[in-house]
């Protein structure tokens, strides 16, 4: 595992970028996606290359196996990575409102100990 490279290194302006438009580095999920589509495009087309024996249709599932691999690791990680952003947002607000309301007359904390010792 590469170690984060430290805020005054030189090379820090160097990302890779696909195409020119795809920043690998700081996007969530494009590296991953794209290396499993890249797998899936190997495995795709030798695969049916060694059933067929026809060369260009094997280019032609391979081509089709990276698209679809890449799209479906893409949402896949996407989804999983929205999930895990809204679940840091409550979390993030409900520790927000401990620290807000505690030792205050809205803690609900307080409230359910004040209904419990009065029954």
């Not at 920043?23 to 969530?28: G, H, L, S, T, Y």
């Not at 690791?73 to 993030?92: G, P, T």
């Amino acid at each position: 595992m590469a170690a984060a490279p430290e805020p005054g290194d030189a090379g820090k302006g160097k990302t890779f970028k696909l195409l020119g438009i795809l920043d690998v580095e700081n996007i969530p999920c494009a590296r991953d996606s794209l290396l499993y589509g890249s797998l899936g495009s190997v495995v795709a087309g030798l695969g049916h290359f060694l059933l067929t024996s026809r060369i260009r249709r094997s280019c032609d599932v391979g081509v089709g196996g990276f698209i679809l691999v890449t799209l479906g690791c893409w949402l896949h990680c996407r989804y999983n990575y929205a999930k895990q952003r809204i679940q840091e947002r409550i979390a993030r607000e409900g520790i927000k409102n401990k620290i807000l309301y505690e030792s205050t007359h809205l803690d609900p904390e307080r409230k359910q100990a004040n209904s419990n010792s009065s029954s």
